[in-house]
């Protein structure tokens, strides 16, 4: 189970401080698929940060299965995969050099990686571009080597921070249809997204994420019943009431009553 | 360590695969020190060659006295005409290479100097061939006079020997292999410390700030390895490139070196294994120094370009110290210089090149305080790979 337990993240000191989130609360149950909702700036990267111990909370605890993802970060970081829409991947190697990187950090044998790398690139359909050099690929095989790197070593909770982004159609189904079959695995996922469809289709329960705080929070039923909205668009709109914060940029510290 | 590792032979493998940055490391100072010297080599010999033949033209209102210094030599000369207004301007427009101004004149038939003969000699010393005609003519002129004093003492029934007295004789007791072992140690150390920084910048800079400018670091971090094994894996990266790329320069300044001086070679037997050891030992330490500085700016820096404009003056004085530690005993080694991280490195390595004998106890001094700094600054470099406020400290 992952528990955020009143976290905060506050960046920079003084007048350029900015809280990116406030006070944030709520649980992720063991083969759930989770789905966090905002716009840009809203909180959700930082929170897929804090819970990937990329990133330390000023304020509250989080805890994977568990583990402290302050004091036991090596361990809990052994039981994720996580993908994030900032990541970037070294030009000069190719995916097959990078899972066997990844798969000695993992310290996973020689033979099994070779195993689970087929494996992946059989599911995320690598095979035409595995041993070339990153520095070649499209956004999308970049992408697909991402969630082959995050999977490799076959984490219980995979967190994937907008895993379709800029990806055409045909990779995009690619990548759910991978998020699919980990479900299916019991696998808990956290997902960030701005892409309601692929909410609706896919998670189990969805928590609405404005000005670093979680607005609404349950199941796709629970969110239209407590918006009072037929879909997940318009509750979308109804919570955050309308209004798109600027890219990337939180909001400044004011906390809110 | 297993992670240490893995870290390390990922950056080797990514380093192998770059052709020009392993070509700027390694083979650029090879061509670049082969060439320097062996253009310098063909250029001192053309030069000199061309000095050999040149006929220097040379202004005076004298011509005989002129042409008779000139006459036992092997220089050949052709005296032009010119005014005594123009001199200055005529030798910077090169229309001739000296001009000798003489006030009195030798008393003919006997070959004499009068008591108030006066010469004056202009050169101009832009000019190779203006300074070689007026060293050649000082000399012939002095030649010239002591020829007379003999004369003149043979004639009063003196020893002419008195001229030559007292008889000075200067020993210079350092081996020819010792003499080339003193200019080669004010170079070596400066060399090394160029090397061992210039291959940090170009690798160093690239697997810290530049991964972060890339976003290729999130990847590592978001991983199970300890985020001390990265930092630790690129360091050794470092110190490993640092090492070789100096060897290779070192080595390829010794070719291009003994091409020009050829006696380079033999200065080897200068060290003993116990030496070159201790030499070896130094370098090493200096390249996990070196390595750690550049790995704690480049985690500090938000892009390449500001690791690179925050090491130029830590690199800058080194290169300070390293020109100072070219000039015999500026510094006492054995003195507080040897205290200070980095710039130790440099005198202890001049001693061990030039110096007979070794003092071990600044050798150790210098060794202890480089590797303290180092895994001072290495320790640095872990904590900072774990705060949040360095490792995502970048520019977007």
């Given at each position: 189970m992952i528990l955020f337990n009143e976290v905060s993240k506050v960046f920079g000191t003084g007048k350029k401080e900015v809280r990116a989130l406030d006070n944030v609360s709520f649980a992720v149950q063991s083969g759930e698929?989770?789905?966090?909702?905002?716009?840009?700036?809203?909180?959700?990267?930082?929170s897929l940060r804090l819970l990937s111990t990329l990133l330390k909370p000023t304020n509250g605890r989080i805890s994977v299965a568990g583990l402290d993802t302050v004091k036991?970060?090596?361990?809990?970081?052994?039981?994720?995969?996580?993908?994030?829409?900032?990541?970037?991947?070294?030009?000069?190697?190719?995916a097959q050099e990078l899972f066997h990187f990844f798969g000695a950090l993992n310290h996973i044998e020689e033979r099994e990686i070779v195993n689970r790398s087929n494996r992946l690139i059989d599911q995320l359909k690598m095979e035409d571009f595995f041993q070339r050099?990153?520095?070649?690929?499209?956004?999308?095989?970049?992408?697909?080597?991402l969630i082959g790197i995050a999977l490799l070593h076959d984490p219980d909770i995979?967190?994937?921070?907008?895993?379709?982004?800029?990806?055409?159609?045909?990779?995009?189904?690619?990548?759910?249809?991978?998020?699919?079959?980990?479900?299916?695995?019991?696998?808990?996922?956290?997902?960030?997204?701005?892409?309601m469809s692929i909410a609706e289709k896919l998670c189990d329960r969805v928590g609405i994420i404005h000005k670093g705080e979680i607005r609404v929070i349950g199941t796709l039923q629970e969110i239209y019943t407590q918006t009072g909205q037929p879909d997940l668009e318009e509750a979308f709109f109804s919570v955050i009431g309308g209004v798109i914060e600027d890219e990337g940029h939180p909001h400044r510290s004011k906390k809110r009553a | 360590m297993k992670d240490i590792l893995t870290v390390l032979k990922k950056e080797l493998r990514n380093v192998l695969k770059d052709r020009r940055t392993l070509f700027m490391l390694f083979g650029v100072p090879v061509i670049m020190f082969i060439l320097i010297f062996n253009v310098m080599g063909e250029v001192m010999k053309t030069q000199e060659k061309k000095l050999e033949e040149t006929v220097y033209k040379v202004y005076t209102n004298d011509v005989s006295f002129v042409e008779s210094a000139f006459l036992n030599g092997p220089t050949k000369i052709e005296c032009v005409e010119g005014t005594p207004d123009a001199i200055e301007n005529d030798l910077r427009d090169k229309?001739?290479?000296?001009?000798?101004?003489?006030?009195?004149?030798i008393e003919r038939g006997s070959d004499l100097f009068l008591d108030d003969m006066e010469i004056n000699v202009y050169s101009f010393s832009g000019s190779m061939a203006s300074e070689r005609i007026a060293s050649v003519f000082s000399f012939a002129v002095n030649t010239l006079r002591d020829q007379q004093l003999r004369l003149l003492l043979s004639d009063a029934q003196?020893?002419?020997?008195?001229?030559?007295?007292?008889?000075?004789?200067?020993?210079?007791?350092?081996?020819?292999?010792?003499?080339?072992?003193?200019?080669?140690?004010?170079?070596?150390?400066?060399?090394?410390?160029?090397?061992?920084?210039?291959?940090?910048?170009?690798?160093?800079?690239?697997?810290?700030?530049?991964?972060?400018?890339?976003?290729?670091?999130?990847?590592?971090?978001?991983?199970?390895?300890?985020?001390s094994s990265i930092a630790w894996g690129k360091?050794?990266?470092?110190?490993?490139?640092?090492?070789?790329?100096?060897?290779?320069?070192?080595?390829?300044?010794?070719?291009?070196?003994?091409?020009?001086?050829?006696?380079?070679?033999?200065?080897?037997?200068?060290?003993?294994?116990?030496?070159?050891?201790?030499?070896?030992?130094?370098?090493?330490?200096?390249?996990?120094?070196?390595?750690?500085?550049?790995?704690?700016?480049?985690?500090?820096?938000?892009?390449?370009?500001?690791?690179?404009?925050?090491?130029?003056?830590?690199y800058v004085v080194t290169i300070l110290f390293g020109i100072l530690g070219m000039q015999p005993e500026v510094f006492d080694s054995q003195g507080f210089i040897r205290f200070i991280p980095l710039v130790n490195g440099v005198f202890t390595m001049k001693d061990l090149v030039t110096q007979p004998r070794i003092d071990f106890v600044t050798v150790a001094i210098t060794l202890v305080i480089n590797l303290v700094a180092a895994a001072l600054l290495a320790f640095l470099a872990t904590k900072m790979f774990n705060d949040e406020r360095y490792v995502f400290r970048t520019k977007n």
């Open positions: 698929i989770f789905g966090l909702l905002g716009p840009n700036g809203a909180g959700k990267t930082t036991e970060s090596p361990k809990v970081r052994e039981r994720i995969g996580f993908l994030s829409s900032d990541m970037n991947l070294s030009g000069s190697l190719s050099k990153v520095e070649t690929y499209s956004t999308g095989m970049k992408q697909k080597t995979i967190i994937f921070d907008e895993p379709t982004n800029g990806l055409d159609i045909i990779t995009g189904r690619v990548v759910l249809d991978i998020l699919k079959s980990l479900k299916q695995r019991g696998k808990t996922l956290i997902i960030s997204t701005h892409i | 229309r001739y290479d000296l001009a000798v101004l003489v006030k009195g004149q003196l020893d002419a020997g008195l001229l030559d007295k007292p008889r000075i004789n200067t020993i210079n007791v350092a081996t020819e292999q010792e003499q080339t072992g003193a200019v080669f140690g004010g170079l070596l150390p400066y060399m090394l410390v160029i090397y061992l920084f210039t291959a940090s910048f170009s690798v160093g800079f690239d697997t810290t700030a530049g991964e972060k400018e890339r976003q290729t670091l999130t990847i590592l971090l978001a991983n199970r390895v300890a985020r360091i050794l990266y470092l110190m490993l490139m640092n090492v070789l790329s100096a060897t290779i320069s070192v080595v390829a300044f010794l070719f291009g070196f003994s091409s020009i001086i050829p006696q380079t070679g033999s200065m080897f037997t200068m060290f003993t294994p116990g030496s070159a050891a201790l030499l070896f030992l130094i370098v090493l330490s200096l390249a996990v120094l070196i390595a750690a500085i550049i790995t704690v700016i480049g985690i500090f820096a938000r892009s390449v370009k500001e690791a690179t404009s925050y090491a130029l003056p830590i």
